[in-house]
């Protein structure tokens, strides 16, 4: 309304201006509305520059001079386009409840409820009045390039954080204050306008992004959020091949620019694509350091990434030492000493980190000396109450005890004389390892062997000479859970490949044995007692295939 009055009045105010002299006060006054009108539609849809080089003709010289003067003098912001829109509705009252049920304040969009409790009104009645408000908007088809200005702007900054495109948008000068986005958007829906822009509701706050993408940015995050609690840290590399095995076809490129939005995303190696998120919990990892610094308060990088690795879960995914010395300086409750010695300031609480298990077979070796035999270890367990099956849990995949040689186990972090370790090491002797094989009767053939030293450490066995014509090749090497472990390697005579297996802390003694299916080419390992080898044995089948 305020525009087309402008718009009818420029003529009339022009002919005057033409016949004045530029100290007239009329003059001002003409000047000074034709600026308005300037201000308001010329100016913001940028017709003042194109007409600058036909002064002359359009305008006069000093007529010009002012309105270039007193244009930029009233600002034109978002909120005072929405305030000259509302002038149509006659009572003041009135134009407060629709901006406040359309987000024209600033402060979002709101139910027809909650408009009505602040104004006392019922719904109906509020829904009344705004909805004949928009009939007039939409029937006046009014110019809005603020607006447009506005979308624009948005969209250019897309993806990020909406927190920061409405902080932008008031240091640019298009609002005034704060002004929420979800009242930007409607707006333009208003006015037929599509805007490209969707908002989004993610774990690390409300996020802006193109619309084609709002579809692929949930997934984006969930995947990489499942990533980080799994492993502790990831890569882009290792989001991007999730994303493709769930049918998601998206460049490295869009995947930061996602997780950048997050006010808790943190570049841990950013030339190698690591990251995590900060704070954070379910993190398999962060719950390994903190048991870890529990007992040791004061560790080296390498042996700290040897006891939060020893859980099989994270072979092969945990972050290497460099990302791991990362992530920990960002933690705050360490500190990084000499580039890398890792020191909790303060240790986290050992009740609070560890469970009673582990609370005793701490006690235990801080009080038998710097290292322990597995035989010794045994024994005070079961005093303690700590029965068998969790002892040996314990020992292969609790991060607060390591094994410095066979049999022989101290707390993680505890510095022991490597004559020590040698005096308790009994002397080596040849065994024999093979216990017995055969064919079971599902046709897979199976070895057994009774583990000893020399077997543990060097991860080799020998292959019976019956059995050489079926065993060849490499096989997928699989625990008893279904885990992959690695691949077993056969030779004529020898294979090889158990390494990782044993590195789950198998003791001499133990029985072992593998199955091996000869079609799909896999190898299942079962480290169990006698009763094992005794049902294999049974279900031996009568004839070789």
Not at 62 to 83: C, D, K, N, Q, Y
Not at 284 to 302: G, W
Not at 362 to 385: M, P, S, T, W, Y
């Amino acid at each position: 309304m305020l525009l087309d009055r402008h718009w009818r009045s420029l003529p009339e105010e022009w002919r005057r201006v033409k016949s004045a002299t530029p100290s007239a006060p009329i003059l001002r006054s003409s000047a000074r509305c034709a600026a308005i009108w300037i201000g308001h539609v010329l100016v913001p849809c940028g017709i003042c520059e194109l007409a600058r080089p036909f002064r002359q003709t359009l305008f006069a010289g000093f007529l010009f001079g002012r309105i270039v003067e007193l244009a930029p003098v009233t600002p034109v912001t978002l909120e005072s386009e929405f305030a000259d829109l509302l002038k149509l509705v006659a009572n003041e009252r009135d134009r407060a409840l629709v901006a406040r049920y359309f987000g024209w304040d600033g402060q979002g969009i709101r139910t027809l409820q909650l408009v009505g409790d602040d104004f006392r009104m019922t719904r109906e009645r509020v829904r009344q009045i705004c909805s004949g408000t928009l009939s007039e908007l939409k029937g006046a088809n009014p110019c809005t390039p603020v607006l447009g200005k506005v979308l624009a702007f948005i969209e250019q900054h897309l993806p990020a954080p909406v927190a920061d495109i409405e902080s932008r948008l008031c240091a640019s000068g298009l609002t005034a204050a704060m002004f929420r986005l979800e009242g930007i958007i409607h707006a333009a829906e208003i006015f037929g306008r599509k805007p490209e822009v969707a908002i989004r509701n993610t774990t690390g706050g409300r996020i802006a992004l193109p619309r084609e993408a709002a579809q692929s940015a949930s997934l984006i995050l969930e995947v990489a959020r499942r990533t980080v609690r799994h492993c502790g840290a990831a890569t882009i590399s290792d989001v991007l091949a999730n994303l493709r095995s769930a049918g998601s076809r998206n460049s490295d490129q869009i995947i930061v620019r996602m997780l950048g939005t997050q006010a808790d995303f943190r570049w841990l190696d950013e030339s190698g694509g690591w990251f995590w998120f900060y704070p954070t919990t379910n993190n398999r990892l962060l719950v390994r350091i903190r048991k870890v610094m529990a007992v040791a308060r004061r560790i080296n990088v390498s042996e700290l990434h040897r006891a939060v690795s020893s859980d099989r879960r994270l072979q092969g995914s945990c972050p290497p030492k460099r990302v791991l010395l990362a992530l920990c300086a960002q933690l705050s409750w360490c500190h990084i000493e000499s580039e890398s010695c890792v020191v909790a300031t303060p240790p986290p609480p050992v009740e609070e980190v560890l469970s009673k298990s582990e609370r005793s077979l701490v006690q235990i070796l801080e009080n038998h000396g710097d290292a322990i035999l597995a035989r010794d270890l045994k024994g005070f367990c079961a005093r303690e109450g700590i029965d068998q099956s969790t002892l040996w849990y314990l020992v292969s995949s609790s991060p607060i005890i390591v094994r410095r040689a066979y049999g022989v186990y101290v707390l993680v972090g505890v510095s022991t004389d490597s004559g020590i370790i040698e005096s308790l090491l009994p002397p080596l002797r040849r065994t024999s390892v093979l216990l017995d094989y055969g064919w079971h009767t599902d046709g897979q053939l199976w070895l057994g062997f009774k583990l000893s030293q020399g077997m543990i450490r060097n991860g080799v066995f020998g292959v019976p000479t019956a059995m050489r014509r079926f065993l060849h090749g490499e096989y997928a090497l699989l625990a008893s859970d279904e885990c992959k472990i690695g691949t077993l390697v056969m030779t004529d005579n020898a294979a090889w490949g158990l390494g990782p297996f044993f590195r789950r802390r198998c003791e001499p003694g133990q029985l072992l044995v593998i199955r091996f299916n000869l079609t799909s080419h896999v190898a299942r390992l079962h480290l169990e007692g006698e009763d094992l080898l005794d049902e294999f044995r049974s279900l031996r089948a009568r004839h070789v295939p």
